[in-house]
């Protein structure tokens, strides 16, 4: 074949949301720890310039990734109660975090000012203002609602299982070193992560409310 004949065949061509999808299909596979460059161009069938094309780091990657996971909670359909919108916001959030394996963990590592998440926040920093907080308080009661959804949720997707827990707790203080955490025990190990959730969050919000 002559070098005018000779053709190339080319895969499919790739775009960030692509390869976003195979970081995130790898993250539900293999958990945060798996997640590379390397093991997303792995699972795309593609050379590791590929991939750097789109993402240029795995830090890049993983604030790409952040941003997808985020873009899960939908901002549409939210009450008129600025507190109300707040919860909801909040829950929306954490049931997009829990969609993937490790997704606050991934959330958690990284700062991404991208569209999905500063489109979440500015719902969330309006239905502060809204609820007559000035824009400091607005924005620190954004990341106290934030944070705590954050690391319930890592804590609840670092769990091995509530048995598991429980018992590794229950010898920690059979020494009788930690009498306080003893006598509260029960009620450490009584609540569900959704329980603790709805508890921390309505504190938070009537913190609020009194100004």
């Not at 004949?5 to 945060?32: F, H, M, W």
């Not at 700062?111 to 609820?131: Q, R």
């Not at 190990?189 to 100004?211: H, K, N, P």
């Amino acid at each position: 074949m002559t070098k005018k004949q000779t053709r190339t065949t080319a895969g499919p061509r790739l775009d960030p949301r692509a390869v976003v999808r195979a970081a995130l299909e790898l993250l539900d596979d293999k958990g945060a720890d798996a997640v590379s460059v390397r093991g997303t161009a792995d699972r795309l069938g593609v050379r590791m310039n590929t991939v750097l094309w789109h993402a240029k780091t795995k830090a890049r990657l993983l604030e790409l990734m952040a941003d997808a996971i985020v873009a899960e909670a939908p901002l549409d359909g939210l009450p008129a109660a600025w507190d109300e919108r707040v919860a909801e916001l909040a829950r929306r959030y954490r049931r997009a975090l829990l969609s993937h394996r490790d997704g606050a963990a991934i959330v958690t590592g990284t700062y991404a000012a991208e569209p999905a998440t500063l489109a979440f926040a500015e719902k969330m920093i309006a239905a502060l203002l809204d609820g007559g907080l000035p824009a400091r308080e607005a924005s620190w009661a954004c990341w106290t609602v934030l944070y705590f959804a954050l690391g319930l949720t890592q804590e609840e997707q670092a769990s091995t299982g509530a048995a598991a827990d429980e018992q590794r707790f229950a010898q920690a203080l059979a020494a009788g070193d930690y009498p306080s955490l003893t006598q509260a025990a029960p009620h450490l190990t009584d609540a569900s992560f959704e329980d603790r959730f709805e508890y921390g969050l309505s504190r938070i919000l009537s913190s609020l409310a009194q100004g």
